[in-house]
């Protein structure tokens, strides 16, 4: 047998939440979506959460929700799972990399400073329309500088928290610290609805885009016919709401300074290279491994110069299991 990267902890509740939901025969969106909106939004403060079929959705829906296009730039971290530059692309606008700090996988505040600068100083900085920092592996380390450093320029953030339901950045949960936050509830997230995402904001015009966005440009009273796309949630959000109540959200999981594995290590920083063949011996030893989160800047369509720390094959993270067992993984 080989024990798995991850697998959900699901039980006999769950099935149970499920089952209701079939019952009802209300399999798309419906009162437990929206119990479960209500409960994401609790949990971070905001005002909204919108439901969408996945992170990579919510992503988009926020960029769309901004008005970014094309002539548009989006400053973003190397070092992510695809989804996070991609989303920048099928929206026409152009992804401009920001390096990572190698102590926390996360974008370094510092070089988006000096990124920012010089395109201040280029007369460029009006065609930056959002900064979307990644909370890596669920990692917050260092999210509210880069939050601090976009304000200055008036530049609104987008955070990436697909790993980061729960976690919290100096209390403040992940999520609320930008202008749109936007989770994942893939099978290899704190919790999950098989496929699904989130968007959370504060702001009652962007939340409003993203309820019409998700449903034809069709909503209760309004109908957008140049704002519409199909990006709803199934009733298996149902069975987050279940999670969410029978688990609550995990407690800070990220450490100002530290990647998560290497504070594990008592070391700095982790940079694993021959990675294919770590790949492999762990493999050997029945664990499951996998990759996922890559120098984004070398396999989208946007190549770029190399920036350092992304360009490694770094990666290793644990992860607690709900069960309270923990589970190493590779990325991802
Ligand atoms: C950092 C990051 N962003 C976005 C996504 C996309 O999430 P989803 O699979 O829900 O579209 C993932 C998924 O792994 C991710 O890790």
Known sequence: MTIPVTRPVLG??????????????YL????????????????????????????????????????IGSGHRVIVA????????NVIELCGATPVFVDIDPST????????????DS??????????????????FGNTAGVD???????????PVIEDAACAVGATVEGRPAGSLGTIGCFSFHPRKIITTGEGGMLVTDDDDLAGFARTFRNHGQRVGVARPDVHEHRRRAAAHALAARHVHAAPFTAQRGARGRQPGAERAGVDHVVLRGRAFLMRMIENRRLDTTTASRNVHRSGRTRTATPRWSNSPIGSAHRR??????ATRLTK
């Open 119 to 136: 395109l201040s100083r280029a007369g460029e900085i009006g065609s930056v329309r959002a900064v979307m920092p990644v909370h890596t």
């Open 321 to 326: 299991t709900p069960s309270g067992s923990t």
């Open 28 to 67: 798309v969106q419906g009162s437990r979506v929206a119990e479960f909106e209500r409960i994401v939004a609790e949990h971070v403060g905001l005002q909204h959460a919108v439901a969408v079929s996945s992170c990579t959705s919510a992503l988009r829906v926020a960029l769309l929700a901004l008005g």
């Open 78 to 85: 190397p070092y992510s799972w695809v989804a996070t530059a």
């Open 145 to 155: 500088d880069i939050v601090m450093v976009a304000d200055e320029f008036s530049i």
């Open 105 to 116: 996988f996360n974008m370094d505040a510092a070089l988006l400073r000096s990124r920012l």
């Open 12 to 25: 006999d509740s769950e099935l149970a939440a499920i089952a209701s939901v079939l019952d009802s025969g």
